[in-house]
């Protein structure tokens, strides 16, 4: 899996959203991508778990996308300086809640990122049963929808 942007992972209770999410994220070259994340795994480099730590992520990753924006050659040299990012967001419903207003511009924020990730190598897995739970901008922008099920055996 190489390509960046916006992934939404759905599927019902048990179907194996985000088992199968970080068995794809644990074969990704540890030397090349910064993996943050709200389920701790080992390999995790930046664990959060509340929704003020995942802001404060995504503020700063708005600022150094503004910030390389003004200026071409340090957009162009930070290419060499830092990792490939992956954010993944568990039950990204309790997060970015779709009937929840936006309060202090987060979504603006994560806007930014959202139409940005495929030029700054980042990709973004937002977890979620029902993803109509999910903030309109996020379902919008995604690139990519996997669906799990739960299969049944039979016995």
């Known amino acids: 899996m190489k390509l960046y942007g916006v992934y939404s992972v759905m599927g019902n209770f048990g179907s194996g959203k985000t088992f ?53 050659e340090t957009y162009y040299l930070s290419q060499f300086d830092y990792k490939n990012i992956v954010l993944i967001v568990d039950e990204a419903h309790l997060y970015f809640n779709a009937r929840k207003r936006d309060k202090g511009g987060l979504m603006e924020r994560l806007d930014v990122i959202l139409t940005q990730c495929r030029k700054r190598n980042i990709k973004i897995f937002f977890i979620s049963q029902r993803m109509k739970r999910v903030d309109i901008n996020i379902r919008r922008m995604t690139d990519f929808v996997i669906r799990y099920k739960k299969r049944s055996i039979p016995i």
Do not use: C, H, M
């Not at 644990?26 to 389920?39: P, T």
């Open 20 to 72: 199968g999410t970080f068995l794809e994220v644990a074969q990704l070259d540890k030397e090349k991508n910064f993996i943050i994340a709200n389920v701790p795994y080992k390999f995790v480099d930046l664990f959060y778990s509340l929704p003020d730590e995942l802001y404060a992520i995504i503020e700063n990753l708005e600022k150094w996308i503004r910030a390389t924006n003004d200026d071409v």
